[in-house]
DNA sequence: CACAATTAAGTTGTGTGCAACTAAATGGCC
DNA sequence: GGCCATTTAGTTGCACACAACTTAATTGTG
């Protein structure tokens, strides 16, 4: 929820402050946006680049997140699509409801937990898998980053990520 | 590869594809995830942990990011605001429009170019810099990194962002 | 000067992303 | 068995992000 109050700093409670006063206070501003800028602007130059791609596939990127869960694991509740995609149900329920309109997944209640809904590829769904293998080494050659690289960035990523998940949780400890 | 299929392969086109193909057919899917999910969930993350810290302000992160740009170059016409940020006018226009209605900017056409608005902070606009002033420390103590490895992760973004337009530009090369 | 091409904002429509809420089902606990 | 807290999807509302389009102003060219 993150609805609360916010009496200001406590995203630093408990975080090793450990950054150097050495850059002059007009600084701040400019070189946070570069770090800030430089990962949105990196996030949206890939979604425009798989755009590109995916659209033979008639996939938008987070549909294409999906049907790779769905790929990998066969049928899956929503619940735990959720999970792997770090998404929640406002995201997901209209995202799948566009999938199962498409003709790629079906969605149907679980039988032993009517809460749960199971998600599937249908045949057109599994049969798409084969055409978007190409997919990856597109992406990767348009990077131009080496797979060392490649992997190097995804444990940096990884671990910001961590750390800002942990950071935001101190603040929100109540959700997903 | 990037034989028959797609008329997309142009993305291929003009890069050495030097990928060595030392990764199974069907661990391509699984990689391919983890290079632009973890982007992906790193870019949310961010988003996760400003939402948290502009909320003081008022401020959305993209609105954030137009303020920056304000605060530094003071009255900018949209077009150069949508240069720096890397956003259109359909993005931007709704943007600016609640900005305006925030009190926090004042947009009016150009005298010289009737085409072109001017954007400039009001007083409370300008007024606002000063408490966004620790927003930057709280970012980079929340990643966990140092300024170093921020400064490093900053280069491989951009030099990523560039190699992804390239590639991108290469597909639709009559827009933006 | 006239007129086509270009440029700058804005509008419309679609698709996320997320907070806040609702509804239904389940699981504990007495 | 009855009741309440929790869990799971879904809905609503708001704010990007971007493609495609419209409108108005400017520029370039003959």
Redesign the pocket.
């Known amino acids: 929820?993150?609805?609360t109050k916010w009496p200001a700093g406590a995203i630093l409670d408990g975080m090793s402050t450990q950054v150097p006063q050495t850059v002059p206070q007009e600084e701040w501003l400019r070189l946070d946006r570069q770090i800030c800028f430089s990962l949105?602007a990196a996030s949206?130059a890939f979604?425009?680049v798989y755009?590109v791609i995916l659209k033979d596939l008639g996939l938008?990127?987070?549909?294409y997140l999906v049907m790779l869960v769905l790929w990998e694991h066969g049928e899956t509740?929503?619940?735990?699509l959720?999970e792997h995609?770090?998404?929640?149900?406002?995201?997901?329920?209209?995202?799948?409801?566009?999938l199962e309109a498409a003709g790629l997944v079906r969605?149907e209640r679980s039988a032993?937990?009517?809460?749960?809904?199971e998600v599937r590829p249908t045949p057109e769904g599994a049969a798409l898998r084969e055409r978007a293998e190409e997919v990856p080494r597109r992406i990767v050659s348009a990077t131009g980053f080496t797979l060392e690289e490649i992997g190097d960035l995804h444990a940096r990523l990884d671990r910001l990520t961590g750390a800002l998940d942990a950071a935001a949780l101190q603040e929100?400890p109540g959700?997903?």
Do not use: I, W
Not at 90 to 97: I, Y
Not at 112 to 117: F, G, H, Q, T, W
């Open positions: 929820m993150c609805a949105h949206r979604n425009g755009r938008t990127y987070p549909q509740p929503v619940k735990r959720g995609l770090r998404l929640d149900s406002g995201t997901l329920s209209p995202l799948l409801k566009r969605r032993r937990d009517e809460r749960s809904v929100s959700r997903r």
